[in-house]
């Protein structure tokens, strides 16, 4: 009889240890939100050329700001819906030697929702044909080069962005110089 009582309360024992692991049906999980929040009205509201101070404003303190590279802010938002799948959205934000914003990149663009990113289209019908064939030297049915998206608007954000972007020139890595080190000169005994 004891036997079988202290069996029972350590099979108990050992089943509730089980169970601890174990995610149990209809318990609420919280949702777990890390970094800053990014929206795309934040997002809208960067113009190149703003100051650091003007940027802070808008997007708040960077969760990152890497000493290798100091003209770079990252903004990083993760969120993980109880029991589902961890989501992340990031932005970059660069700015040239005269600490003023010169572009972006990352998981936002100026000027598209994220309905529209979602859906494709920026808020118009846009009709997309099949690819074009041309002649090719054989006379032979050769499909021509996709055409590049339609040039933003001039003037617009994305414009200057874009320009920036492609006016942008690779700046190499300085690399430090060792130490010389003089060998100091010995102390010369006082006579």
């Given at each position: ?23 149990l049906?209809?318990?609420?999980k ?50 993980q ?10 932005i ?11 572009g ?20 118009s ?67």
């Amino acid at each position: 009889m004891q036997k079988a009582k202290l069996m029972l309360t350590g099979l108990t024992f050992l089943g509730l240890a089980a169970l601890a692991g174990c995610s149990l049906p209809g318990v609420y999980k919280i949702d777990i939100q890390q970094g800053n929040v990014i929206t795309q009205d934040m997002i809208d509201q960067l113009r190149p050329g703003m100051t650091r101070r003007q940027v802070r404003f808008i997007m708040g303190n960077p969760l990152i700001t890497d000493t290798f590279h100091a003209n770079r802010w990252d903004y990083l938002y993760s969120l993980q819906p109880g029991g589902g799948e961890r989501q992340q959205e990031r932005i970059s934000l660069l700015f040239n030697s005269n600490d003023q914003l010169s572009g972006l990149a990352g998981d936002f663009m100026p000027g598209v929702s994220r309905d529209e990113a979602i859906r494709g289209d920026s808020g118009s019908t846009a009709v997309t044909q099949a690819p074009a064939t041309e002649p090719g030297a054989s006379g032979e049915a050769v499909p021509a080069q996709a055409e590049p998206e339609a040039a933003p608007a001039p003037g617009s954000l994305l414009e200057q962005l874009q320009r920036e972007v492609d006016e942008a020139q690779p700046v190499p890595v300085p690399t430090p110089e060792p130490l010389e080190v003089e060998p100091t000169p010995e102390a010369e005994p006082a006579e």
